[in-house]
């Protein structure tokens, strides 16, 4: 690929993402695949993802956090089912309708609200309850469940909930998995409950990644995967988990490499501060590079002096603090560097790579956030 002009771009990976989606289909060849584009898909962008998602025939559903993202996902042109994970304020109820979108209910006063706005326009809507098995957060209690069958049988256009769900709180954090069991059995446990109160779920719903990597059965009907769609494994303990089950490592991909140039080159004396509050200072002559991403674009603050950049394959240390928008890094030992040169901020440059793990390492955070929080407003390109 010849490299575009931007200074500042994300690259998607195509054929990554096929290898990813291939995967997980094949860990759950039973079950619906729904992929979670949520927070701008993970932070790759949210039109390209669902722009390439629609070419792949193994993705049945997406699974959104809030009705924007998926009026969005309905816009770039996604005629499959959309799940919402997070609420739905009462003034989103009429786009929930109109795009046909699947909100997940945990309050009595939603899905009264549903029922009211559905039985208006004549229109079924489908739910899905949430059901409450110990992570406490979003979800209801198996002591509420006759309240809510009470709502599904006066309202004529829910009837009864499509779907049911919980997820798990400690599935990728251990590589004990005993607590997990315990809410899989407290959710068969409400489904049970469910059954007997004329509510019975067409479709269960539980597994996030480790769960869909690593458990049959919370597969059910449909996984709901996130971040090993994008290529990464949700954590070390999983990715140990799995090897020590007997699988094999190479099943994902990273599928977004974050790239910009080098906008000005200069020589800089020893002895000399560099950047915001003289944290780093040169021992010898150095030759600085300077990047025009700082934190605003998601580049962490915190990986002053700690990260490192890729320039042609090699490592270039940045150097003092990352700033909003600029970043200055050491290419003193880089031979042949020229002003305009591609720097790769994560993914893979000659034989040396960056993950966002790595980079999560140094900042103290998960590869979740800095995904998550790169900028929406970085141009991204879809390669290969
Ligand atoms: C984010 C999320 C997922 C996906 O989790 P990953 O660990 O990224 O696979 C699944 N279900 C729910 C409810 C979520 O919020």
Request: hydrophobic share 40%.
């Amino acid at each position: 690929m010849t490299t575009p002009a931007e200074l500042n771009w994300i690259e998607l990976s195509r054929t990554a993402l096929r290898n990813n989606i291939k995967s997980l289909a094949k860990l759950a060849a039973k079950s619906q695949l729904a992929v979670c584009v949520k927070s701008n898909a993970y932070g790759h962008g949210l039109a390209e993802m669902v722009q390439l998602l629609s070419e792949m025939k193994e993705v049945a559903c997406l699974t959104c956090h809030s009705v924007e993202e998926a009026a969005t996902c309905r816009i770039e042109g996604w005629d499959r089912q959309i799940i919402l994970l997070g609420p739905t304020a009462n003034y989103e109820i009429p786009a929930v309708l109109e795009y046909d979108l699947e909100p997940v209910v945990f309050t009595l006063e939603s899905l009264r609200a549903l029922g009211k706005a559905a039985a208006k326009v004549e229109t079924p809507v489908r739910t899905h309850l949430k059901l409450e098995t110990g992570t406490n957060r979003q979800g209801i209690t198996e002591q509420e469940l006759p309240k809510y069958a009470e709502v599904y049988k006066k309202f004529a256009y829910l009837r009864r909930p499509y779907g049911a769900s919980t997820h798990f709180a400690n599935i990728e954090d251990t590589t004990s998995h005993e607590y997990a069991q315990l809410q899989l059995d407290r959710f068969n446990g409400m489904i049970r409950k469910m059954t007997s109160l004329g509510i019975k779920p067409k479709i269960r719903h539980t597994a996030c990644s480790a769960a869909h990597i690593l458990f049959g059965k919370t597969h059910f009907e449909l996984v709901r995967p996130g971040i090993s769609v994008y290529g990464y494994w949700p954590s070390k303990e999983t990715y140990l988990s799995y090897r020590l089950s007997g699988g094999k490592n190479d099943i994902f991909r990273p599928i977004l490499s974050w790239r910009t140039r080098l906008t000005q080159l200069k020589k800089v004396p020893a002895d000399s501060f560099i950047g915001y509050g003289c944290t780093y200072r040169t021992t010898s002559a150095t030759r600085l590079g300077i990047l025009p991403i700082g934190y605003f674009d998601g580049y962490a603050r915190s990986l002053s002096n700690l990260a490192y950049v890729l320039v042609d394959g090699r490592r270039a240390s940045v150097r003092g603090r990352v700033c909003m928008n600029l970043t200055m890094v050491d290419v003193t030992d880089i031979k042949g560097v020229k002003l305009g040169d591609p720097v790769t901020l994560l993914g893979e440059s000659g034989s040396e790579s960056l993950t966002a793990d790595r980079l999560a390492g140094w900042a103290g955070t998960i590869h979740y956030e800095i995904l998550a929080r790169l900028s929406p407003m970085t141009p991204r390109v879809v390669t290969d």
